[in-house]
C-alpha cells in the first residue's frame, strides 16, 4: 500500500538550483534520542523503495561533536529521557554544522518552487513547465538555516511519524522545563525574526529581522506564491466536518482516531472512554522504545475529566458497590473495566494491565455465556462502558470520614482603584443573584456548600454573617504576619439559613470603603486566611479573590517591580516567568494538601507581576483573569460574565489523579495546572470542566501488536455535595512495528496542545531562543522522518507530509509567534505570563482555536446556513467584506474600508462607516436577519469558550487594526516571526538537510 503523505501541488514542482548544501550530517540530536548514536539521514536513491531500518548503534558522531555526556547513563533502567537536559551550554553552533552564507532570496524562491504539495497518493512529479506558480518568485524569504537549530533531532527507521512522544525512553533526568536539550557548541540559533512589512516587503534589516541581502532589495521585484498550494487548516477542519458532522462515534474499535475537535459529533460510548475525556497525540504506539526513539513523536494524551457533553449524550453512570467499595486488581490496583478477562466459570478474572489472576468477590459474581463473557455485561457500567463513576468507600476519605461539603469565600479587595472604578459595588451586586445559583448536586433540593466573605487593603477585615445575628459583624486582623480567622463559627455558613444578613453585608460593604484612600494591598495573607477557614471548618473549597495591584504593603508576600525590559531576548529572559520564590510556593503546596483551589481575578492598570501572583492559582487547579485598566461601564459585563462561569461550574474538589497502563508502557510527566509530588499522582485542589493534564509515555519493555496497549485514568474528587467519588476512563490503543501506521494514527490537535504545554514550562528553565529552535528542530525531524521511511520514492526537492500532519507546520509556527515565545519588549510581561498560565491548563480544542483562529466572513453569509471559516490570512480579508475572528480569549469583527452600506446599516443602523463610532464593542439590539444571525453567532461562541471575550470593532487602516492583525496566524508576527509560508520553505529545506 503506498503510504506517500500529503504532497504538495504545482508550486513546489520544480528541481532545486543550487538550493540546499548537501553533506549535512546531523548533530546529535536534541529530542528524545536516549543516548544512540547520532545518524545521517541520506535520501535513498530515486525509484527506490525505502526498506524497514533499524538504528545503527554503531554509527560513529559526525566530525565536531559530541553526542552525548559521558557521565550520563546511556539507555540504563534509570527513567531519564534525553542524553542532556535543558539547560547545558551548547557545545556546537549550529550553523556550523550546516554551511556558509545564507542564499540569496531567488535561490529561496526556487527552494519553494522546488517544494512539491500534493494530494494523498502517489507522488508524481509534474514537469517545471507545468507548474503554474513555479514561475513566482517568492517575496520575504525565511532566513539562512545557519541560523536555525540548537537542536537536531535524529531520525528514524522505517515508518512514519506523528504523535509518539518526542521524549521517551530511559533517558536522562528531566530539566525543569519538560524539553530536553543535546547541547551543542555555541549560542543557541533561531531564524532571525521578520521585521516590519512595508509595501507587502520587508522593510530592510530589522532588529531581529533577516540578515542583510535577505530583504527585498536583495533582488528583483518578488510575487508572493500562492496561498491555496499549501495546505489549509480551514480545508482539513472542513474535511473532517463534512465526514462526521452531525454523526455518532462509536467507540467499540480498538485505536480509534476520533474526529477533530472542531467537529460536532455524538459520542456512544462502547468500551472506550470519549474522546470528550481523552484523547491521545496517536492511537497506534509503537511497539518498541527503539522504534519510538527513531520518530520520536510525542506518546502522550490529554485527559479532561470534567469535560462538558453534547446535550445527547448521557451524563456518566454511577457505580456503587455499597461499604466493599470499588473492584480492584490485588496487584496493580487497576479498577474494574471492560478489558479485564473472566475465566474459570466467571469465578475469576484476570487483570488486563498487570495480568494478575484475581478472586472475584461473591457479591460480584455472574455467569459466563458461551463466549465467555458474563452474562450481565451489558447490565454494569464497569464492564462495557469506558467512562462510568464508582462511588468511594470510607477507605478513600481522609481519615476514613466522609469529608464536609465544599465552601466558597469572596475576597474582595477594597483599595481606592477597585472602589474608584465601580468594581467593588459591582461585584457585591452580582453576588446577590449568583449566590442564588450555586452549584448543587443533581436530584439536591438545594446547594450544600457554605459561603463566606471578607474584604482587605493593607488589613484584613471577615464577617459573621451567622443566622442568629440581627446585623453582620465585622472583625479586623492587622496583624498579617501571623494570619488566622478571628471567627471559629459564622464566617463559612449556609446561605440560605443567612440570606438576609448576607445581602445585607453586601449593601454594606461599598458604603463602608466609599472614601477610602488606601492604595497599598497585601495579597498572600489573603490567600492564607482562606486556607485557613477551610482548615478549621475541616472542608475542601475555592478562594475567589478579587485584586488590583502589586502588593506593595509590609506582609508576607510582598512584591516589587522586575519588569525589566533589559532582560528581553537575552538568556534571563526566562527570569521574567519565574514566580518568586518565598510564601507563595508554600502557599501553593498547603493549599492543595487541604483541597484549597484559588481563583484569582486581576484588575491591574499597570504591572502586577502576574508571574508571581498566578502561581497559587496555577498550581492549584484555579485560573487567573485578567482585566487591564478595567472600567465599569465597558469592562463590567465581560467580567461578570467571567465570575457566572467561574461559579456555576461542573468542579470535583480535593482531586487525585492517578494513570495506570498495561505492561510495556508507562506515565512519565504530567503538564497542567496541577501539583505533582512524585511519578504517580497527580494532586489538584480542583478540577473544573475545562481543565486538562496531559500525560506523557514512554516504553518499559516490548509492545504487544495483538493485545495493544491499555489506558486507564482514575480520579478521586470530592462532589459539590461532598460525596467521594472515582471518575474512571479507559482507552485502548493499537500497537505498531510499522511507522506508517503511527502517522496514520496521529492527531495533530493533540501533538500541538503537548508542544505548547511543554514549550511554555520550558521557557521557565531555558532561553526562548532554545525553546524555538527545539521547536523548529522537531518538527524537521518527524517530517524527515516520515519522508525517509514512510513516504513513496521521489526526488529530494518534493515536501512530503504525513496526511494526519500535513497542517502541523503552520500550528507550531503559531505557537512560536505567540506572546510568551516571542522576545518582544513591546509585548507587556504581565500579558505574556497570563498566557502562558491559561495554556497550561488547556485542553485540546483550547489550544487549538488559541494558535489558530477561526475567521469568518459575515458579508458572505447565508442566514439560513452555517458560515465556514476561511484561512487565517489577511489574503483572504477583502476591502468590501466584513470577517469575525476570534481564538477563545479575544474578538473582532473586522470591516473592510469598502463595506457595502446596506451590511454597514444591517448591523450597526448607521448609513456608512463614517457615521461608526470610533470605539464599538458590541452590537446594537437590530431587527433584522443579518443582526439577529451574527449576535446570535456572537453569542454562542462567546457561551461555549471557557472565557468571556470582549467584541472589538476594527475598521480597516485604523490604528486599532494592528492588534487584529496579529492573530491572523498564517501571516508575519508583528512583533517577529515568519508567515506560514515563509515558515514552510525554511523547515523543507531542514527536512532536506536531515535527508542529505
Known sequence: MNQQGYVAAPPFS????????????????????????????????????????????????????????????????????????????????????????????????????????????????????????SQQPFHAPPPPASNLHQMQPQMAPPGGMSMAPPFQGPPPPAGPGGF????????????????????????????????????????????????????????????????????????????????????????????????????????????????????????????????????????????????NGPIRCNRCKAYMCPYMQFTEGGRRYQCAFCNCVNEVPVFFFQHLDHTGRRVDFYQRAELSLG?????????????????????????????????????????????????????????????????????????????????????????????????????????????????????????????????????QTVFAPVIQAGLEALKESDRSGRLFVFHSSMPLAEAPGKLKNRDDKKLVNTDKEKSLFQPLKGPYEQLAKDCVAQGCAVDLFLFPNQYADVATLGEVPSRTGGSVFKYHNFQAEKDGRHFLRDLRKQIKKDVGFDAIMRVRTSTGFRATDFLGAVSVNNTTDVEMAAVDCDK??????????????????????????????????????????????????????????????????????????????????????????????????CASASVASQLILPDAMKVFPVYINSLMKSAPLTPSADLATDERAHQRLAVTAMGVEDTQLLLYPRLIPLHKMDVNVETIPVRCSEERLTDGGVFLLENGQAMFLWLG?????????????????????????????????????????????????????????????????????????????????????????????????LLT
Open 14 to 133: 520544480q528541481a532545486q538550483p543550487g538550493g540546499y548544501q548537501s553533506g549535512f550530517v546531523t548533530a546529535q540530536p536534541g529530542y528524545g534520542h536516549y543516548g544512540a548514536a547520532p545518524q545521517t539521514f541520506a535520501a535513498p536513491p530515486a525509484g527506490v523503495q525505502k526498506a524497514s531500518m533499524s538504528p545503527s548503534p554503531g554509527m560513529p558522531p559526525p566530525p565536531g561533536s559530541r553526542p552525548y555526556n559521558p557521565n550520563e547513563v546511556q539507555n540504563g533502567s534509570q527513567a531519564q529521557r534525553y542524553p542532556a537536559t535543558y539547560g547545558q551550554v551548547p557545545q556546537a553552533p549550529y550553523n556550523e554544522v550546516v554551511s556558509h552564507a545564507p542564499p540569496p532570496p531567488m535561490q529561496l524562491t526556487n527552494q519553494m518552487s522546488g517544494m512539491n504539495l500534493g494530494n494523498y497518493g502517489p507522488v508524481q512529479t509534474p514537469p517545471m513547465a507545468s507548474s503554474p506558480v
Open 180 to 323: 530536553f536539550h543535546h547541547p551543542a557548541p555555541g549560542p543557541p540559533r533561531y531564524p532571525q525574526q521578520a521585521g516590519p512589512l512595508v509595501g507587502g516587503h520587508m522593510a530592510g534589516p530589522q532588529p531581529g529581522g533577516f540578515p542583510a541581502g535577505l530583504g527585498p532589495q536583495a533582488g528583483p521585484p518578488q510575487k508572493k506564491l500562492d496561498l491555496d498550494s499549501i495546505p489549509s487548516t480551514a480545508q482539513v477542519i472542513e474535511d473532517d466536518r463534512a465526514k462526521h458532522q452531525g454523526r455518532v462515534f462509536n467507540t467499540n474499535i480498538r485505536g480509534q482516531v476520533p474526529p477533530l475537535v472542531t467537529t460536532e459529533f455524538t459520542v456512544q460510548d462502547q468500551g472506550h472512554a470519549s474522546p470528550r475525556f481523552i484523547r491521545c497525540t496517536t492511537y497506534s504506539l509503537p511497539c518498541s522504545g527503539d522504534l519510538a526513539k527513531q520518530c520520536r513523536v510525542p506518546l502522550a494524551c490529554i485527559v479532561k475529566p470534567f469535560a462538558r457533553l453534547a446535550q445527547n449524550e448521557a451524563p456518566l453512570t454511577l457505580v456503587d458497590h455499597g461499604e
Open 387 to 519: 467512562s462510568y463513576e464508582m462511588a468511594a468507600s470510607l477507605d478513600y476519605c481522609k481519615k476514613n470520614r466522609l469529608p464536609n461539603p465544599p465552601a466558597y469565600i469572596f475576597a474582595i479587595d477594597v483599595s481606592y482603584n477597585n472602589v474608584k472604578s465601580g468594581l467593588v459595588a459591582l461585584i457585591c451586586e452580582e453576588l446577590k443573584t449568583l449566590l442564588e445559583e450555586l452549584p448543587r448536586e443533581e436530584g439536591a433540593g438545594g446547594s450544600a456548600i457554605r459561603v463566606g466573605f471578607a474584604t482587605y487593603d493593607k488589613t484584613l477585615h471577615f464577617y459573621n454573617v451567622k443566622s442568629s445575628l440581627s446585623q453582620p459583624q465585622m472583625m479586623v486582623v492587622s496583624d498579617v504576619a501571623e494570619m488566622y480567622v478571628p471567627l471559629p463559627d459564622g464566617f463559612l455558613v449556609d446561605y440560605q439559613e443567612s440570606k438576609a444578613l448576607v445581602c445585607n453585608l453586601l449593601t454594606q460593604i461599598p458604603d463602608m470603603f466609599e472614601g477610602t484612600g488606601e492604595s
Open 692 to 789: 486538562a493534564v496531559t500525560v506523557e509515555f514512554k516504553h518499559d519493555d516490548v509492545l504487544s501488536e495483538e493485545t495493544g496497549a491499555l489506558i486507564q485514568c482514575a480520579l478521586l474528587y470530592t462532589t459539590i455535595g461532598g460525596k467521594r467519588r472515582l471518575r474512571i476512563f479507559n482507552l485502548g490503543l493499537n500497537c505498531t512495528s510499522q511507522l506508517s501506521e503511527l502517522y496514520k494514527s496521529c492527531e495533530t490537535d493533540s501533538l500541538v496542545n503537548f508542544f505548547a504545554k511543554s514549550a511554555y514550562r520550558a521557557i521557565l528553565n531555558q532561553p526562548l531562543k532554545n525553546v524555538r529552535d527545539i521547536l523548529v528542530g522537531q518538527t524537521a525531524h518527524m517530517l524527515a522522518c516520515y519522508r525517509k521511511n
Open 897 to 993: 474600508q469598502a463595506c457595502p452600506p446596506d451590511v454597514i446599516q444591517g448591523l450597526f443602523n448607521v448609513p456608512s462607516l463614517a457615521h461608526l463610532q470610533e470605539h464599538v464593542d458590541a452590537l446594537p439590539v437590530l431587527d433584522n436577519p443579518l443582526s439577529k444571525k451574527v449576535r446570535a453567532m456572537v453569542d454562542d461562541l462567546v457561551e461555549r469558550r471557557p472565557r468571556s471575550m470582549k467584541l472589538e470593532v476594527v475598521r480597516q487602516k485604523d490604528k486599532s487594526e494592528m492588534r487584529f492583525r496579529q492573530f491572523l496566524a498564517e501571516d508575519k508576527g508583528l512583533h517577529g516571526g515568519l508567515s506560514y509560508m515563509d515558515f514552510l520553505c525554511y523547515v523543507h529545506r531542514e527536512i532536506r538537510q
